[in-house]
């Protein structure tokens, strides 16, 4: 048996919930940490970020407007098939980021157990953060979150796994749907990741996976008209601020390149980074035409 | 086990339509008292009306209540075609489906009409001859009704002397939509006397373009106060036709209509509803909604095409055991 | 000719119930120490479901000493290992729900359709909720590190045996606590099945335990010295037998008890909706709800019209064989509980109420009672005043929004609300005066585990579900 010819997988793009090549037709070499030919992945170009927020805006309306609940139970499901799928990804991201098999073991683990941390926060942040306002007068106040819309994801470019889902996860937990451009050398993960989505519950569209040079097919997103909101994890210094002053144009939100440790269980800034405030008043009124008598 | 005894329903009296609505009577004097009373009607909450269409779609209907609901449904049926392809060889040939549904069993009750455009109608009237299948035709430039009222009432004259024994007329929604609601009643008022006594007046109001459940119920009273025999949801022509909401609420309307002015009026929805499943949840609404009194084709229809084969091939299951398919179906 | 629907029932085929049933203790099933067991019978029919092991005092005790060993190392779980388990059993429900839904059912006497659409899908959204919790308490702003209580000892109704099992046994395991919890008498055979779910999701041993019995248990539980926490759905007299017994201990209490909701409609409500909402407050669950509406407040401008059409809509109801998909009201739970309703009833026809039900032919055996109105009903009948928890309406009128605030507000309870009218702002004055834990406007009856739910005044105190639901169970 060991003499059997193995059947490459070939990566594709993971946009709308299908999987296209890339539209440019290149692919570009993929390898071990310790250069041995892993895949060919494919080149994205401007004209597949392009295709991936039309995706994204597409299926905005319906994530955001699905129950807490519903999403919540969506998010679980990629932590079950994940789950099932554990060793292909302990082998890629053992690969892709150079670490011993029980190494890669845990980052897959707590890869998956992220998947149910924000599981459980999509039908609570709205409590955590959200809220009656006591205003001085005769009116309701509340005030809750709602997602920014289509945000674009530059995953972190050495946590190829963990820290790819650190970042995906908050952004869809809450309603919103994104464009991923995967770490750069190493996306077999992030291209894989798409496979569990579509299989997932998670409606065509919600994440759209992009691999390619980062700085090549950020800087068309940054500056789209129809992106609310940028995540620039994986951007260097010099990158990071030139995407900033692009998404200005549209005051996109931005969330700067920060040191994380993708170990450590995250705070909520991922998600209200992503999160509008909605404050909706009411007028409470009297009871009667001559004020409250009672 | 005890079985589901269900409640003697007592639906209102039920008695002898009379003709002019006097507790009505004075509310289409002006367009400001229509507009009041229209605007005066109980508001609509759209979840809790939601929710009760819904809550109906779950009954199960079994054996016996399924094979008496799939002929109520058959005979229910205005079997429908409005495509600018029509030709006389396919008026024929609905013509002839309409009067024997399924050509391998003729225990099958014919469809309670064919419905077709003003131009089809003596085609029409031919192939159903003598089967008790009416003919029904679209009119008033239908389905945008964008015409002229002159143009509208000729399109009516024109199927009524055709020999149409039903008129089915879609309302000025722009008219209704800008608040002119003495401009839609009359329209309607005048397509009624065009339709005379031969002819049974169907009023579509395009609950899609509509759009809230509150004009839906203002557009179903405006209808009946100007002489409508049957309210219908919709054209089939645009994006969202008959629900089982917009039905419901409908189906209320007639309901309180019969109650506060005695006359008993028909509800058609139209447009979507394409399985057995789906035609059952609609008689169910009926039934639980207004009863048996409107559990007949002379107060209710559907509007459909593709319907009347899922039908069909469940009435096949019902006497055969097995699953029928297409192929033992008539495609016309 | 009428549209008659044929029986459609469920199939019971799809649960096997034991003939009999042990008590569940440190993840064993196991008999009481006396031997003693009782009979639970379907109140539809009075056919015996199984004989149940009957807990006692030493069964108690037993229950919280293994409760009490398995604290040390739930409580010191990783919140996100607690999530897991959780979030396991949220999904061995949802796929076990068909099962349970006859099931409870069966023990119950409630409607198929109600444990298939309502009870069901709540009880594993409650746990999917808290699930979510259990790593996340730093957030729910209770401390950054809230501490759980120890033993908490949860005694349930039958209302909703699975439900209210729900309500109780998840936030306190999210939170870190374990837990002995004794269902009711006449409905032990969900909480059983709960317990085959723990041993499902691999849930350690002693972690829940369960203690099928009768007051006597549950008076022992929450007597028992070794518990730190007590939380009680059920009637108000008992709820104030348990505030005295923990009286000066340390045991913390929550209480979830009767009610006497009103339900305002007033003129200018969506009419057909509100009847809905009428119906659905006092029939869901045959009126066996803490909150149903049971006095319906009219305005007394559209009390005729409104009073026809809900009249001639419980004419629909259908009532018969729970199993039925197609029955709306099942039976009552018990031969007590419809000896008190049908006592409450006859004592509002004495006092001179006006009593209507629509024709209805009740089946021979089993404990069943027709849906029942009552009009010319006033604040000094005892069925305005006396929770029913029954299929029975007290219809009563109101003139002013202030006159209905000061009735609906007039009583002992204040534990639910409803409001019905088209103006927004009437609704939020109304729901500002009302002294009641849950106002509902335009619905009614509307659960979900993200919300918090209980009473004021002799309704209880503490809320279940939500954020605030977390607070019973942490030491805070």
């Known amino acids: 048996m060991s003499d059997r010819l193995s059947v490459f997988k070939t990566y594709k793009l993971y946009v709308g919930g299908k999987f296209p090549r890339s539209e440019s037709g290149r692919v570009y070499e993929v390898t071990d940490a310790k250069g041995n030919w892993l895949a060919n992945a494919p080149l994205s170009s401007r004209k597949d970020a392009r295709d991936a927020v039309v995706a994204a805006r597409k299926a905005f309306g319906g994530w955001s407007g699905a129950t807490a609940y519903n999403r919540g139970q969506v998010l679980y499901r990629v932590a079950e098939m994940l789950e099932g799928r554990k060793e292909q990804f302990v082998r890629e991201v053992a690969e892709a980021e150079g670490l011993s098999k029980a190494k890669a073991a845990a980052v897959v683990d707590a890869t998956i157990d992220r998947w149910v941390w924000y599981a459980g926060w999509t039908d609570k942040i709205a409590q955590v953060i959200g809220g009656a306002n006591p205003v001085a007068g005769p009116y309701f106040n509340l005030s809750s979150p709602e997602p920014t819309g289509v945000v674009a994801v530059l995953a972190p470019q050495e946590s190829s796994f963990l820290g790819l889902v650190s970042v995906v996860a908050p952004v869809i937990a809450t309603g919103n749907t994104a464009v991923v451009i995967a770490s750069e050398k190493a996306p077999l993960p992030a291209l894989s990741l798409g496979e569990v989505l579509a299989t997932s519950d998670v409606p065509g569209g919600v994440v759209n996976v992009l691999s390619g040079r980062t700085a090549e097919i950020a800087a068309p997103l940054a500056a789209h008209q129809d992106v609310n909101a940028i995540d620039l994890a994986g951007a260097d210094e010099a990158l990071a601020k030139e995407l900033e002053i692009a998404a200005a144009d549209n005051l996109k939100r931005v969330l700067r390149p920060q040191a994380v440790d993708y170990f450590e269980t995250p705070g909520i800034e991922r998600m209200t980074a992503f999160l509008e405030t909605k404050t909706v008043w009411h007028p409470t009124g009297s009871l009667g035409a001559s004020g409250s008598s009672y | 086990m005890p079985t589901s005894p269900k409640f003697s329903a007592s639906l209102g009296q039920g008695g002898a339509p009379t003709p002019t609505a006097h507790a009505l009577a004075d509310v289409t004097a002006s367009d400001s008292t229509l507009r009041r009373f229209l605007h005066g009607l109980p508001g609509v909450d759209a979840v809790g009306l939601e929710a ?96 002229a009222l002159e143009v509208k009432l000729a399109d009516v004259r024109d199927a009524v002397a055709a020999g149409a024994d039903e008129i089915d007329m879609v309302i000025d929604r722009g008219a209704f939509l800008a608040g002119k609601y003495l401009k839609v009643y009359d329209e309607i008022a005048a397509v009624k006397a065009a339709c005379g006594d031969s002819a049974r007046l169907k009023v579509i109001f395009e609950t899609g373009e509509l759009s809230t459940y509150d004009n839906i119920r203002r557009a179903s009273w405006l209808g009946m106060l100007a002489g409508a025999d049957f309210i219908k949801t919709s054209t089939g022509k645009v994006a969202v036709n008959a629900t089982p909401a917009n039905t419901l609420l409908m189906l209320e309307a007639v309901r309180d209509f019969r109650d506060l002015a005695g006359v008993q009026v028909g509800v058609k929805p139209a447009g979507g509803i394409r399985t057995t499943k789906d035609a ?31 039908l069909l091939m469940q009435r096949q299951k019902l006497a055969t055991g097995r699953y029928s398919g297409p192929d033992y179906v008539t495609v016309d | 000719m009428a549209f008659e629907y044929a029986p459609a029932p469920e199939s019971r085929a799809i649960v096997d119930i034991a003939p009999s049933y042990g008590l569940f203790i440190d993840g064993e099933f196991t008999e009481a120490a006396d031997g003693k067991v009782f009979k639970t019978v379907s109140p539809s029919t009075e ?39 959780l979030f396991r059993i949220a999904r061995i429900i949802q796929e076990r729900s068909r099962e349970l839904a006859v099931l409870e059912t069966l023990d119950n006497g409630k409607p198929i359709k109600e444990t298939r659409d309502a009870d069901l899908p709540l009880v594993a959204a409650h746990f999917f909720y808290y699930a979510g919790w259990a790593d996340k308490l730093g957030h729910a702003g209770f401390g950054a590190d809230p501490r759980p209580l120890g033993v908490a000892g949860q005694v349930i109704p039958w209302n909703f045996p699975l439900l209210m099992l729900a309500w109780k046994i998840a936030p306190a395991l999210a939170t870190g606590n374990t837990v002995v919890l004794k269902p009711a008498e006449t409905t032990p055979l969900s909480a059983l099945f709960f317990a085959d779910i723990c041993r499902q999701a691999g849930l350690p041993k002693g972690v829940v335990n369960i203690l099928p019995g009768y007051g006597d248990a549950g008076a022992a539980l929450v007597a028992h010295p070794d518990v730190n926490k007590v939380a009680f759905t059920g009637s108000t007299a008992v709820g104030k037998e348990i505030a005295r017994t923990v009286a000066g201990t340390r045991k913390k209490l929550t209480l979830e008890l009767g009610g006497k909701g009103a339900n305002i409609v007033f003129d200018d409500a969506p009419i057909d909706q509100a009847v809905e909402g009428i119906v659905n407050g006092i029939f869901f669950n045959q009126g066996q709800v803490c909150c149903a509406g049971s006095r319906l407040l009219v305005q007394e401008s559209i009390q005729d019209e409104l009073l026809d059409s809900l009249k001639r809509r419980l004419s629909t109801l259908r009532l018969g064989d729970p199993l039925d998909k197609n029955t709306d009201i099942g039976a009552i739970n018990s031969a007590e509980q419809l000896a008190r309703i049908t006592a409450l009833a006859e004592q509002g026809e004495a006092e001179g109420a006006e009593r209507w039900s629509p024709a209805c032919e009740l089946p021979e055996s089993g404990y069943w009672f027709a849906p029942t109105l009552f009009t010319n009903v006033t604040q000094a009948h005892t069925i305005a005043r006396d929770e029913i928890f029954g299929p029975v309406l007290s219809v009563l009128t109101f003139r002013t929004p202030d006159e209905a605030v000061a009735k609906a507000n007039n009583t002992q309870y204040g534990l639910s609300a409803g409001i019905w009218t088209e103006k927004g702002s009437r609704i939020l004055a109304v729901a500002n005066k009302l002294r009641a834990g849950v106002v509902w406007s335009n619905t009614f009856n509307k659960f979900d585990p993200t919300s918090p739910f209980g009473g004021y005044k002799e309704s209880g105190f503490g809320r279940e579900g939500g954020r605030h639901g977390l607070e019973a169970y942490l030491d805070v």
């Open chain 3, 47 to 85: 056919e015996v479901l199984s004989e149940v092991a009957r807990a006692g005092a030493e069964d108690v005790d037993r229950a919280v000493k293994a409760a009490r060993k398995a604290f040390e190392k739930w409580s010191a779980l990783p919140g996100s290992e607690r999530a897991k388990y």
């Open chain 2, 52 to 147: 009760r269409a819904a809550s109906l779609g779950t009954r199960s209907i079994k054996t016996t209540a399924k094979a008496y609901a799939i002929d109520l449904a058959i005979s229910m049926v205005d079997l429908t075609t409005l495509e600018g392809a029509d030709t006389p060889g396919k008026v024929r040939a609905l013509g002839a489906k309409a009067v024997h549904p399924d050509p391998t069993d003729r225990t099958t009750p014919t469809t309670a009409a064919v419905c077709v455009y003003p131009d089809m109608v003596a085609v029409a009237k031919e192939a159903v001859a003598g089967s008790g299948v009416k003919v029904a035709s679209v009119a008033t430039a239908f389905p945008a009704g964008r015409a």
């Open chain 2, 280 to 310: 059952i949840k609609f008689l169910v609404l009926v039934n639980e909604t207004v009863g048996e009194d409107w559990l007949d084709n002379h107060w209710f229809r559907f509007g459909a095409s593709s319907l009347l084969n899922d």
